[in-house]
């Protein structure tokens, strides 16, 4: 095949990789092992676009490269197929969600396998597969038969727990537990019957039933996890979202917070993604104080890492959530209480937190008493305090504190000075730690350092809170209101939960009329018909969160048909963990958090070796989309009028016309500020492209009404509207195509004012969506370009890590480089002839060797160090020099091929076995090494300034003298000329770069 024809040959290579599954992977502990994982896709009905596969083909460079390197790799692919969208489709037209599922998958492995990724296939896993959700539900299991051990650090089955109770009660018991948990001798829990026991434990299980306060989005029917609300609304679908008080299964992942911190030293992950999980954990060191209610036996609690700052307590706050509130609340203050609680169960947390300016709250009608002075502190409601975060009550100190400033300034409340160093506190609050304290009671005079531990013992001694360590982070809710999820693996008994027996595993999905909540308001698993354990008791309704399978999954690869284990223990001491992740920067503090919580669970039990499960993660960028746009006229009168010096815009009725202006004229109109010029310019163009008879249509007429001055009656106005950039070409757009495609917007006698009889669209860079009509399908490009050409060009787009506009008019550039470098092997063919094949025996020249180890040494260092951009153009400079020198030598071309394998896998399968190796043997050949000896220059040129100036030229033996040099550049005839017969005063050789000559 002397011409390159990308189609014949990428079809012919995807099947041969498939019948004889060349990138099938064995557990060779003969090889060095690498594991490289893709974040694996949920499986959308809209398919991949260009911007999706960016990561998959980084890793699949890497990928090949490592085969190539000698190493055993493991790079599988699956689908995290549990998901809201299949959901939402099965409710609106009663399909099945597994059905929806299946049908997507299938067209991503299409797209997947069109690109020509070297994935196992016979690893694919699928989150919604039973046989995989199987073991989703046994670690669920095991978490509930685990408690965590402060005093191992490490959390351990639930039995050594119930040991130590027998022979010793809680004495000596130091674990994560809810905060209730009772304190009884052994003998006096050896006295309580086994309901009672099993009742104590399910506030030290690591998985457990608790009153949550989570986001309620009552469209979606379920909860939604803090990463999944944005702005008060459902990331997907924008639906509103609101606090509420809900009964859930919860993880206590805040057992693991400190040993997720510490973790983050010990990973190759960027600084900004580790920054990112340290703000979500939140630690912070400080006090637990109690503040007595007046008039009450209650307590409210608060933490602060400002203990000094307690006689500066001039209110109290809670979260509108907090329990206590509904016995705080004052008759005359109900009404106002009442209804700002509604108003706050409408925001989102996130949004509470952001929102530093707006000052909002409401007075309980009740107070508490500052423990250290017996002041009486009023106590009040604000958003900005969250019932989930520490205890949910905040004592406020506006002259330390800025948010606590502005409530006391708002609601006019006493700033009370805490140290002589404090400034302007009139103005704004001041945080410093300097000076001496004042209006401090028995720390008055002391420094920060002096007062904190009075302080802390006061406290202590006198059994109102005591030093404690806090965190952002809060035990995360593990239930969804929802069907289409893994079945959480307990049934209830007398109202208390019981897990199934491991053999009775899988617990599957039932049956239902419909994937809605019941009209009482239940999860859509109780339309299940007979669906009860044994036919007597109830299963738990609602099914795990989107983040279950994903939080273990790249186990499952390591041993995907096993029915006995999550993975065969063999399988995970040799693969042990991921050497590099791959994904989205969008799950930083949600499915990264997850699995490191999980992976440090199954070390603790003994199931997996290592702490961390991945070694190094890459966020690929994201690539952005390029709009195109159409600018359609609109006539509008828009009037403006003047009453009582209070200006009013009173919009006329918009009427497009079905006039389009190309983007040169449209700029030009609406780039001018001069109404009547402009309007003029624009009859003027319509006038000599359509005629007279077609601007007679339009109406340009003034508004003849009361117009203020400077503003015109009538302007010109232009929708600019999203084009389909798959009928646009170099900013082009094929007008009959759009016609087509837009008959909502374009009828059949639309006009288009064009430029040199071209429409010309407008550009933007935007985020890449159906709903700007931006998205490219990268089976357009592989079919008129091919998988070679889009894998280059995606990589030649600019560093992984950077989001990048998509450009289609650039991709002819590596298009064109792919078929120069097939070049290099055939001649071009004409009409009468094929192409010869060119390669030869020949021995290189040490020119060639010096541009191919050039090369070899740029790829395997920018592939190491990820740049793969800089590695496309490399190839590109090495194969324009190779077809300057005529080289068509098959040692260099033959270690080209290889080299260039893990980007162009395709080209390159072809012409390796086009040089007589045996075809499919590439993925598995060898790197070539690179030779330092073949880039050492023999000669060096010479630049020869005189006076400054570059006079000449000249070629010297690299290892020549600086003396030999001297004398043979001021014998050079060039030089003489510019010497004019003058002894030059003195000529500097500088080795290998310059001579300078001054005379």
């Given at each position: 095949m002397s011409e390159y024809n990308h189609k014949k040959i990428e079809e012919s290579w995807r099947a041969f990789w498939e019948k004889n599954q060349t990138y099938r992977t064995t557990n060779d502990?003969?090889?060095p092992k690498y594991y490289i994982l893709d974040m694996f896709p949920y499986p959308s009905g809209a398919g991949l676009h260009v911007g999706h596969p960016l990561g998959y083909i980084a890793s699949d460079i890497v990928t090949r490269y490592k085969r190539l390197k000698g190493f055993n790799v493991l790079h599988p692919m699956g689908f995290d197929s549990f998901g809201l969208p299949a959901e939402q489709y099965a409710i609106q037209t009663g399909q099945h969600p597994a059905i929806t599922t299946e049908q997507n998958i299938a067209r991503y492995i299409e797209q997947l396998k069109n690109i020509?990724?070297?994935?196992?296939?016979?690893?694919?896993?699928?989150?919604?597969?039973?046989?995989?959700?199987?073991?989703?539900?046994?670690?669920?299991?095991?978490?509930?038969?685990?408690?965590?051990?402060?005093?191992?650090?490490?959390?351990e089955p639930i039995e050594t727990l119930i040991a130590r109770f027998e022979t010793a009660g809680t004495s000596g018991i130091q674990a994560v537990a809810d905060e209730d948990v009772p304190h009884f001798t052994a003998d006096e829990w050896n006295a309580k019957s086994e309901r009672e026991k099993y009742e104590i434990t399910l506030k030290y299980r690591l998985t457990y039933v608790a009153d949550a306060v989570v986001n309620w989005c009552a469209a979606l029917g379920t909860v939604l996890a803090n990463d999944e609300v944005k702005d008060g609304v459902s990331e997907r679908g924008g639906y509103p979202v609101e606090q509420k008080l809900m009964r859930q299964w919860m993880m206590r992942i805040t057992a693991y917070a400190d040993r997720l911190l510490t973790g983050l030293d010990t990973v190759d992950w960027s600084d900004s993604l580790k920054e990112q999980q340290r703000n979500?954990?939140?630690?912070?060191?400080?006090?637990?104080?109690?503040?007595?209610?007046?008039?009450?036996?209650?307590?409210?609690?608060?933490?602060?890492?400002?203990?000094?700052?307690?006689?500066?307590?001039?209110?109290?706050?809670?979260?509108?959530?907090?329990?206590?509130?509904?016995?705080?609340?004052?008759?005359e203050q109900k009404p106002a209480v009442d209804a700002y609680v509604t108003a706050a169960k409408m925001r989102s947390e996130r949004d509470r937190m952001a929102d530093a300016k707006t000052v909002s709250g409401v007075f309980t009608g009740s107070y508490c008493i500052n423990p250290f002075n017996g002041?009486?502190?009023?106590?009040?409601?604000?958003?900005?305090?969250?019932?989930?975060?520490?205890?949910?009550?905040?004592?406020?100190v506006p002259s330390g504190d800025q948010r606590d400033w502005a409530f006391a300034k708002h609601f006019d409340l006493p700033i009370i000075p805490i140290l002589d160093a404090q400034k302007e506190i009139d103005k704004q609050a001041d945080n410093t730690k300097e000076g001496r304290y004042i209006n401090s009671g028995?720390?008055?005079?002391?420094?920060?350092?002096?007062?904190?531990?009075?302080?802390?013992?006061?406290?202590?001694?006198?059994?109102?809170?005591?030093?404690k360590i806090n965190y952002r982070m809060r035990d995360a809710v593990f239930s969804r209101q929802r069907y289409w999820g893994e079945p959480v693996p307990v049934y209830f008994k007398d109202g208390l939960p019981y897990l199934l027996d491991e053999a009775e595993l899988p617990l599957e999905l039932p049956a239902v009329d419909k994937y809605l909540p019941t009209e009482t308001g239940e999860p859509p698993l109780a339309r299940a018909e007979d669906w009860k354990y044994k036919g007597e008791f109830e299963y738990e309704l609602s099914t795990m969160p989107g983040w279950a399978g994903s939080s273990w999954y790249w186990y499952r690869y390591m041993d995907p048909q096993n029915e006995s284990e999550f993975a065969d223990k063999a399988a995970i001491d040799y693969w042990r963990d991921v050497d590099l992740y791959v994904g989205g920067s969008e799950h930083a503090t949600g499915h990264l958090l997850y699995s490191r919580f999980w992976n440090k669970f199954l070390k603790d039990r003994g199931y997996v070796p290592e702490e961390e499960p991945f070694k190094k993660l890459v966020n690929q960028g994201m690539i952005l989309g390029r709009s195109n746009f159409a600018y359609r006229f609109s006539q509008t009168k828009d009037v403006?009028?003047?009453?009582?010096?209070?200006?009013?815009?009173?919009?006329?009725?918009?009427?497009?016309?079905?006039?389009?202006?190309?983007?040169?004229?449209?700029?030009?109109?609406?780039?001018?500020?001069?109404?009547?010029?402009?309007?003029?310019?624009?009859?003027?163009?319509?006038?000599?492209?359509?005629?007279?008879?077609y601007l007679s249509q339009l109406d340009f007429e003034p508004f003849s009404g009361k117009t203020i001055q400077g503003f015109p009656g009538t302007t010109l106005k232009f929708a600019d509207i999203h084009v389909d950039v798959n009928i646009v070409e170099n900013d082009i757009l094929d007008v009959e195509a759009f016609k087509n495609t837009r008959p909502d917007l374009v009828n059949e006698g639309a006009k288009f004012l064009l430029e040199d009889g071209k429409y010309i669209c407008g550009v933007e860079i935007e985020k890449m969506s159906k709903s700007k009509f931006n998205v490219v399908n990268p089976d357009t490009i592989v079919e008129r370009y091919g998988a070679d050409t889009l894998r280059l060009y995606e990589m030649f787009l600019g560093p992984l890590t950077d989001a990048k506009p998509w450009n289609t008019n650039g991709i002819d550039g590596v298009y064109r480089f792919l078929k120069k470098f097939w070049r290099l092997f055939y001649e071009e063919p004409t009409e009468k002839t094929p192409g010869r094949w060119l390669v030869t025996d020949e021995k290189p020249t040490p020119a060639e060797l010096k541009v191919l180890h050039k090369t070899i040494r740029k790829v395997a260092e920018d592939i190491e160090n990820l740049s793969f951009n800089t590695s496309v153009s490399a190839?590109?400079?090495?194969?324009?020099?190779?077809?300057?020198?005529?080289?068509?030598?098959?040692?260099?071309?033959?270690?080209?091929?290889v080299i260039l394998a893990p980007f162009a896998p395709h080209i390159t399968e072809e012409l390796w076995a086009a040089l007589g190796n045996e075809a499919g043997t590439l993925s598995y050949a060898e790197f070539p090494t690179f030779n330092p000896a073949y880039l050492v220059e023999d000669t060096i040129e010479y630049p020869v300034q005189i006076n400054g100036k570059v006079r000449t030229t000249l070629a010297f033996s690299a290892d020549a003298a600086p003396k030999d040099i001297e004398n043979e550049i001021l014998a050079n005839e060039v030089v003489q000329k510019w010497l004019e017969g003058k002894t030059p005063k003195k000529v500097v050789v500088v080795p290998k770069r310059i001579v300078n000559v001054v005379v």
């Open positions: 502990a003969a090889k020509g990724f070297s994935y196992d296939w016979s690893r694919e896993v699928r989150t919604s597969d039973p046989t995989f959700y199987r073991w989703t539900q046994w670690i669920f299991m095991e978490l509930f038969r685990s408690w965590y051990n402060k005093e191992t650090d490490r959390a979500w954990i939140g630690k912070s060191t400080g006090a637990e104080v109690s503040f007595q209610i007046e008039h009450r036996v209650e307590r409210i609690k608060v933490f602060t890492t400002r203990l000094d700052t307690i006689f500066g307590v001039s209110f109290m706050v809670l979260a509108p959530e907090h329990d206590l509130v509904p016995g705080l609340t004052t008759l002041e009486r502190v009023p106590i009040y409601l604000a958003d900005y305090v969250l019932a989930g975060y520490g205890t949910g009550a905040v004592m406020a028995m720390v008055n005079g002391l420094t920060y350092a002096e007062a904190l531990p009075v302080l802390v013992q006061f406290l202590e001694e006198h059994g109102i809170g005591k030093a403006h009028l003047a009453v009582d010096e209070d200006e009013f815009v009173v919009k006329g009725k918009e009427k497009p016309a079905d006039l389009f202006v190309s983007h040169g004229i449209f700029k030009k109109l609406d780039g001018n500020s001069n109404v009547a010029e402009a309007t003029d310019l624009f009859k003027k163009i319509i006038v000599e492209q359509l005629g007279e008879e190839f590109m400079v090495c194969v324009n020099e190779l077809s300057t020198l005529k080289c068509n030598k098959k040692a260099v071309l033959q270690d080209l091929v």
